[in-house]
Nanobody, 122 residues
Framework: QVQLVESGGGLVQAGGSLRLSCAAS????????MGWFRQAPGEEREFVALIGWDVNIINYADSVKDRFTISRDNAKNTVYLQMNSLRPEDTAVYYC???????????????WGQGTQVTVSS
């Protein structure tokens, strides 16, 4: 069982930065692939980024590539999403999730956090 709690969301102007954190409970955290997803109002949930347990696998959605960076600290049971050059279209609720496999589909993830709101003003 893995419990996930996101933090770090907020309101930022376009061009600004935020760093999201996802704290996980459970001693098996280091064996999971961790992903970030987001969902804007009226939109479907979409994949943002994922990272493998040993950091060998990292994948980004094209829309965030070169602007967002995913990382993890297994000693702290935490995964991060550094978001730079934010745009109004990045506005969404951001969720972290845990999976046993490197997948970009949300249905492949077993555990989810409650989400944190990111709002980017123009």
């Amino acid at each position: 069982q893995v419990q996930l709690v996101e933090s770090g969301g907020g309101l930022v102007q376009a061009g600004g930065s935020l760093r999201l954190s996802c704290a996980a409970s459970g001693r098996t955290f280091s064996t999971y692939f961790m992903g970030w997803f987001r969902q804007a109002p009226g939109e479907e949930r979409e994949f943002v980024a994922l990272i493998g347990w040993d950091v060998n696998i990292i994948n980004y959605a094209d829309s965030v590539k070169d602007r967002f960076t995913i990382s993890r600290d297994n000693a702290k049971n935490t995964v991060y999403l550094q978001m730079n050059s934010l745009r109004p279209e990045d506005t969404a609720v951001y969720y972290c999730a845990a999976s046993r496999a490197a997948r970009t589909k949300g249905t492949s993830y077993d555990y989810w956090g409650q989400g944190t709101q990111v709002t980017v003003s123009s």
